[in-house]
């Protein structure tokens, strides 16, 4: 079994800055692609951004230059920096891991912009 615990999320003002971690915890034998997804309220869940057990990393055009996904395999972590956050980022935002052929998700994490 695998628990992911998701923190970061909060509110801030537009223009601001939040980093979002989800660390990785129970029978972890091999971790393949972390990535954040995000589900604003009547909207389908959508990727964010992805990163891979080798560093390539995969953004939504929305978030390109503005968020950095990055992760500590040691620590079993991912992260999510976003800058220059936007009224239209607010929305709970999950974490993702895969462990072939397992997808596990975080229980989610509430990021509300203010305009």
């Known amino acids: 079994q695998v628990n992911l615990v998701e923190s970061g999320g909060g509110l801030v003002q537009a223009g601001g800055s939040l980093r979002l971690s989800c660390a990785a915890a129970g029978s972890i034998f091999s971790i393949t692609t972390m990535g954040w997804y995000r589900q604003a309220p009547g909207n389908q869940r959508e990727l964010v951004a992805t990163?891979?057990?080798?560093?390539?990393?995969n953004y939504a055009n929305s978030v390109k230059g503005r968020f950095t996904i990055s992760r500590d395999n040691a620590k079993n972590t991912v992260y999510l920096q976003m800058n220059s956050l936007k009224p239209e980022d607010t929305a709970v935002y999950y974490c993702?891991?895969?462990?072939?052929?397992?997808?596990?998700w975080g229980q989610g994490t509430q990021v509300t912009v203010s305009s």
């Open positions: 990163i891979t057990s080798g560093g390539s990393t």
């Open positions: 993702k891991v895969v462990i072939t052929p397992y997808n596990y």
